[in-house]
């Protein structure tokens, strides 16, 4: 969806460096969210963001920090890398008017830690 | 805390055999569900929602959905699969009210020519 950017959409690091994935959205939309998803786990929700001043700790936060820098950008860090944070990463947004819960999903960013 | 069951993990289809996708969830409220599918290499892509109204959704691609709240369910079907459905689908649920979504662990669709 080319409304919802991530970048980079290839990343390897090696473990202890310090990594960030971006993501913008076009949408207009209040909400945005980090996933990760691993073969057999499906996505798991990270950290989610209701607006610029509220964000929100999901399942699976430690090891993780975010930023929303403004409504229309949304940043994942990894303070320390570690291997099984190896993944894919997908940010999404969805708009509050609608109080329907669709998402709409970014590209993904695929990051493998050695 | 609500949660989302997919029982089949990995479906192995022949080209226009027909297709039904487990789904369910627990959870009590009012609900939004969603199959989304990953096509490989891509993103998730939406295939088709419900949010209210009839119980049968019909979506992209010759997908439908229907959903039975008293089986908490939402399966997914498709009467005559394509090579080109070869895909991981995902079944998400949403209680009304509240922006998460919850995903099932995904099945993964293989469609033999």
Known sequence: DADV??????????????????????????RMYWYRQD?????RLIY???DVKDINKGEIS???SVSRQAQAKFSLSLESAIPNQT?????????LGTGNNEQFFGPGTRLTVL | AQSVS??????????????ELGCNYSYGGTVNLFWYVQYPGQHLQLLLKYFSGDPLVKGIKGFEAEFIKSKFSFNLRKPSVQWSDTAEYFCAVGNFGNEKLTFGTGTRLTIIP
Request: proline content about 3%; some cysteine.
């Open chain 1, 87 to 95: 993944a894919l990463y997908f940010c999404a947004t969805s708009d």
């Open chain 1, 48 to 50: 989610y963001s209701f």
């Open chain 1, 39 to 43: 073969p057999g786990l499906g996505l």
């Open chain 2, 6 to 19: 997919q029982h089949n993990h990995h479906v192995i289809l022949s080209e226009a055999a027909s297709l």
């Open chain 1, 5 to 30: 950017t991530q970048t980079p959409r290839n990343r390897i690091t090696k473990t202890g460096k310090r990594i960030m994935l971006e993501c913008s959205q076009t949408k207009g939309h209040d």
């Open chain 1, 62 to 64: 430690d090891g993780y």
